[in-house]
């Protein structure tokens, strides 16, 4: 490329950068001196989770592994695959599983699927091991206590997120592996029916809390892992459980710039 | 005559019985805890490090340990055991780097550049757009090259031997072997997510914000460590990778035969007291059947942590309030109702401390 191309590029770019449009949208000049810089942070609501400037210690890889950073990341590939998956799905028992199978053959982006539960896996594995670095570094202690129980909740939905969407296929494996995991329901102490103390809820000689109407009961809206329970799976996997994870994100993110940026020695 | 099979597979197929496996990794995490500024030495751990992968790529030759290993849903299984050995030697090694320096009066690492900070763009943003792209790269890699799984369509007709829980609850279900679900799937838990949160509430230690130490957070850091690694982690390893048909223990070279049989041995405390011990039959009453184990869950709860007190939780007693100190002690002892049972059964075959079926109420 001759100097002069390259001017001439510039220039394109410049001229570009000039427009009325483009000034609408980023509202600061080529991020290049500290002013636009700090601007392209503060004028953009993505970014504008971060701070401006953090901590040269917080930065390194070795100290926050980035696997909070890794997690999110996991959870927005999670949402769009997720999204293109619940057009190609049906959440009745007659049709879930054929849907799936289809999926394989037909979709023209095959690995939708793949991409969607391995990455479910490994966010998982990511939110154990960035819990594990918050340990590690302390960074729960003052001023941070409350984000650390902000981050608790984050863990335990991740888990019901995973955990909601294994029945979607409704496959073997699936039902299995649910019923499995929800008959602990029905030893719930008092609320479930094989729980200890469910004896004590009686209206006169009628147990209250019965195989029909127990903690188990509500949680799969039958006695066994039956269509009511794939519909209720289904719309905490897709709305539920999302919405609110993706609210306490929101708060945990906000969070680490209120407390002071990721924890450094004091 | 071949060592593999007439040596290396009986031995591996003893060594991670429950029984040996879970006393054994215990002990070792407390070797690491106790001597972690040599363990941690580049060499030592990557010699460790290099022994491990040479173990498990030799082990892949077995045909049977290779199909549980590689089985598609089991991949996250072995990437944690890999990537928490990775940290936890990452960890270890700079606290072991940060004591020795405040040994000699010098900050932690992390306080070398403290008044410094850079800009979030480009800095910041740069070094995030390179995370996303390797995690993009391999998240790619394992989806082109393992398909997802589906297996025959659903059946409540056809129950699998064995039904495992997707493989983050299989410590859950673990713990089914040595209680019952009241306690292992629902009390249990709970109190792992409430004794999560209360963490920063009770750990009152302003030391170690912020850097990586073992030495100024000793007490936090192995309760942690021994909670997290050993009974919640090392038991999903143990029940994805050893427990086969009817959730016996099979080693990891051993064919899942859903027709080994295992002697039911197991007796509840109030045999042992009753029949073995005073000759008699079981009392007919609850109360009086079962007095002995109800004294001895009351006397876990009360009379342990004034001993624990004087004892061994001597330095937190003095350090912690009185309603602080009893939320430590009361989460502690539930973890260590976990090993205690586990004890138990190993040693003198114990069901049940208490046994009252009457009203669902065993412990
Ligand atoms: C969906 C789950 C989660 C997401 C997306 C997430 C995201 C993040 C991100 C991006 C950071 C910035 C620093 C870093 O990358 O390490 C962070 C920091 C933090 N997270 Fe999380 N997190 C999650 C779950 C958790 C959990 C389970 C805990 C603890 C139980 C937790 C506690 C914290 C705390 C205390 C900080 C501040 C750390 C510091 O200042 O050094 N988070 N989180």
Redesign the pocket.
Known sequence: MSDSDKAKREGMFQKLRKTQFWRSVFRHGYPDTQRNRALAVLSNVFLHLHPVRIRKSGLALSF??????V??FL?LVETVTGILLMFYYKPVTYEAYNNIQEMKETLPLGMMREMHRWGAHAMVLT?WL??F??FM?G??KPP?EF??VV??L??LL?LLLSFTGYLLPWDQLAIWAVTVGSNMARAHPVIGHEGPGASLLMLDDIPLVTVGSDARFILLGGRFVGENALLRFYVLHCVFIPVV?ITL?AV??WR?RK?G???GPL | MNIFDDFIVPLSNFLTRPEILVPLAALSLALVLRFYRTVTKPKIAGGIGIAFVLLFVGSLSDAHFKEIILKADNLPIVLLIASLLFFLWLCLRRAAINDERLERDLPPIEAVHKRQTVLVWPDLVMSEFICLLAVSALLTVWSVGIPAPLEEPASAALTPNPSKAPWYFLGLQEMLVYYDPWLAGVVFPLTIVAG?MTIPYIDTNPRGN?YYTLKDRKFAISVFLFGFLIFWVLLIVIGTFLRGANWNFFGPFEVWDPHKAVPLMNINLSEIFWVKMMNTRLPENWLQREFLGILVVLAYFLIAPLLLAKTVLKEQFQKLDFVRFSIVIMLLLLMLALPIKMLGRWMFNLKYIVYIPEFFFNI
Do not use: K, Q
């Open positions: 926050t592994w980035c696997m909070g950073g997690t999110f959870f939110v960035h819990m670095r918050v570094t960074s729960y941070r984000n650390w981050g608790v984050l863990l991740t994870a994100m945990h993110f680490i407390d940026g990721i924890s | 999560l912020g």
